[in-house]
């Protein structure tokens, strides 16, 4: 009896939190035909609701906003309008913490993590995944040997994490994406599709 109670919930676990997460990705994002006017809403124009229509407003939304970013025109005006926003109390300080970790997991530029590296911690004995991030100029030029800046995340929330100047040399490359890790993370090593070799690279310090 213990087998097959233990079977079914194997089943229905992870196929009700999919659908109670699928729910509510889904009903927030309906929210957003309630920025249309009330005539144009589908409810009024169809008479009956229609879940997920409001995906289809979302991803508009993103897209033209995007594609007007991209513009001379579009990045003064939200360079004005971002600057304005970063000045009102307290809803400037939320903006500029959640913004800087949307890019750093988001974008492609310098901001983002650049590479997976292992790293001793929490103690010499054991390794942990870190991702490399940017050293500032201040602190590089007050150390004698070449350090590297390391984002430690916590699990099973990779948002949370511990930021550290490490040895260079006391770290190890891996050659896994940061997709990869941060699944791993995620999952608490459950989920993780890493490469045999990328493994086998904890015996080769990165001492170049």
């Known amino acids: 009896m213990k087998k097959f109670f233990v079977t079914g919930l194997l089943v229905w676990v992870p196929l009700g939190i999919t659908v109670w997460v699928l ?60 600057k304005g926003m970063l000045h009102v109390p307290f809803v400037g300080s939320i903006y500029k913490g959640v913004k800087q970790v ?12 650049r590479k997976v590296l292992l790293v001793r911690y929490p103690h010499p004995q054991a390794w942990s995944l870190a991702f490399q ?19 430690i995340p916590t699990t099973p929330s990779p948002v949370n994490g511990f930021y550290f100047f490490v040895r260079k040399a006391d770290t190890i490359v891996l050659d896994m994406t940061v997709d990869v890790a941060l699944r791993s993370i995620v999952s608490m090593g459950v989920v993780s599709d890493v490469d045999a070799t990328a493994i086998h690279k904890i015996y080769t310090p990165n001492i170049s």
């Open 102 to 113: 949307s890019d750093t997991l988001l974008s492609g530029n310098g901001n983002s993590f």
């Open 23 to 82: 729910n509510l990705i889904i009903s927030t994002m309906d929210q957003t035909l309630l920025l249309l006017p009330e005539q144009w809403r589908p409810d009024r124009l169809l008479g009956f609701h229609i879940p997920g229509l409001g995906i289809i407003l979302t991803l508009a939304v993103v897209l033209l906003t995007g594609l007007l970013i991209r513009n001379v025109f579009g990045q003064r005006l939200w360079a004005a309008s971002e």
């Open 133 to 151: 991030t940017n050293v500032p100029r201040e602190v590089q030029g007050r150390m004698d040997e070449e350090y590297v800046a390391v984002f």
